[in-house]
């Protein structure tokens, strides 16, 4: 009994923090984190999507004193697509609009990380929206790729 409880309590931390990244994509930018967050915010807008706000997350930290990685969170979307996602599955809703954080690790390495539309698919069980999806999922590859060349 002992040993099965200490296997638990091992193993368990280490199946919540895959499970945390699981539903995470990480693109290796080679530009600071403004430049790729500028880079990101014009290739979105030049696709037709809205930009809901930049949150300037290290900066914001500074002005209480804490000094954090650069971090910038861009907030996007398209409704008609969000709206279509929202039909097939309303608690959807509660991940949309999409985001984009655009950030330094500790090396000085830049990343451009969001949540994995199929991950989302998962998480609130859509069912009937697998094109969109699809869709949604290929184009956010392709437009952080490229913000991040």
């Known amino acids: 009994m002992i040993k099965q409880l200490f296997i638990l309590?091992?193993?368990l931390p280490l199946s919540f923090s895959a499970l945390a990244a699981q539903g995470m994509v990480n693109i290796k930018s080679t530009h600071s984190v403004n430049?790729?967050?500028?880079k990101l915010?014009?290739?979105?807008k030049s696709k037709g999507m809205t930009i809901f706000n930049r949150v300037q997350h290290s900066s914001a930290a500074k002005k209480v004193g804490i000094d954090i990685n650069?971090?910038?969170l861009i907030i996007f979307g398209n409704p008609k697509i969000g709206s279509k996602l929202m039909q097939c599955a309303p608690t959807v809703a509660i991940d949309l609009p999409q985001k984009a954080l655009v950030w330094q690790d500790n090396e000085q390495?830049?990343?451009?990380s969001y949540n994995n539309p199929l991950y989302l698919?998962?998480?609130?069980n859509i069912e009937g929206c697998d094109l969109i999806l699809h869709?949604?999922?290929a184009a956010l590859g392709k437009l952080t790729?490229?913000?991040a060349k």
């Open 35 to 38: 430049d790729t967050a500028n």
């Open 41 to 44: 915010e014009k290739i979105l």
């Open 145 to 147: 790729g490229a913000a």
């Open 70 to 72: 650069p971090t910038q």
């Open 9 to 11: 309590i091992t193993v």
């Open 109 to 112: 390495q830049v990343w451009i």
């Open 121 to 124: 698919q998962k998480r609130h």
């Open 135 to 137: 869709k949604v999922s």
